[in-house]
């Protein structure tokens, strides 16, 4: 099974702050990754796929990168909205999900 | 509007049985691979299981397979999954999330329900 680490588990952050989160594998995944966000209470939201490509209506502050074993999602300059936790999930062999970064405010 | 409805969540006892629903609208759910996703209380997401359009074939994660089963009727436009023999470390939120791929499969989930939760306790 592939395993997926992100880190930082949490992330302490300011309004208008960039803000990187990691995504690692445990073997090649080429760039069959996708980044969600959820907010409490709420149901995961499709941020990008295939690693870099932005869903339809999200932010462009959002952005991903990386292609192997490693990836980053970026928010460009974080805004009040973004506070939520973030996973990322490869899709090279079924499905797994990495454990889950929570952005917080500083 | 597009989304996906859950239902039939609840408190079970250890090595009983639910039958989760998920019901489509906005869309043709026969068009759409489907899954189930499930989060436990404070913690991440995990992938349940998988069903293609015509329910040709069926994919579970190791921690459930052969205690669940997933099924859809297309006319209903609904998504279903029977859990039996259910333990306590079945507890969590159920999702049901749509394969975006109009054709074949794309891996990930692009819309997602708000969720039933299932609690197993005695």
């Known amino acids: 099974d592939i395993q997926m680490t992100q880190s930082p588990s949490t992330l302490s952050a300011s309004v208008g702050d960039r803000v990187t989160i990691t995504c690692r594998a445990s073997?090649?995944?080429?760039?069959?990754l996708a980044w969600y966000q959820q907010k409490p209470g709420k149901a995961p939201r499709l941020l990008i796929y295939?690693?870099?490509t932005l869903e339809t209506g999200v932010p462009s502050r959002f952005s991903g990168s990386g292609s192997g074993t490693e990836f980053t999602l970026t928010i460009s300059s974080l805004q009040p909205d973004d506070f939520a936790t973030y996973y990322c999930?490869?899709?090279?062999?079924?499905?797994?999900f990495g454990q889950g970064t929570k952005v917080e405010i500083k | 509007d597009v989304q996906l409805v859950e239902s039939g969540g609840g408190l079970v006892q250890p090595g009983g049985s639910l039958r989760l629903s998920c019901a489509a609208s906005?869309?043709?759910?026969?068009?759409?691979?489907m899954n189930w996703v499930r989060q436990a209380p404070g913690k991440g997401l995990e992938w349940v299981s998988w069903?293609?359009?015509?329910?040709?074939?069926?994919y579970y994660a190791d921690s459930v397979r052969g205690r669940f089963t997933v099924s859809r009727d297309n006319a209903q436009n609904s998504l279903y999954l029977q859990m039996d023999n259910l333990r306590a470390d079945d507890t969590a939120v159920y999702y049901c999330?749509?394969?975006?791929?109009?054709?074949?499969?794309?891996?990930?989930?692009?819309?997602w329900g708000r969720g039933t939760l299932v609690t197993v306790s005695s």
């Open positions: 906005g869309f043709t759910l026969s068009s759409s691979s």
């Open positions: 073997q090649s995944i080429r760039n069959w």
């Open positions: 069903i293609t359009t015509s329910s040709g074939n069926k």
């Open positions: 999330a749509r394969d975006p791929a109009v054709a074949g499969t794309a891996w990930y989930f692009d819309l």
């Open positions: 999930q490869q899709y090279n062999s079924f499905r797994t």
């Open positions: 295939k690693a870099s």
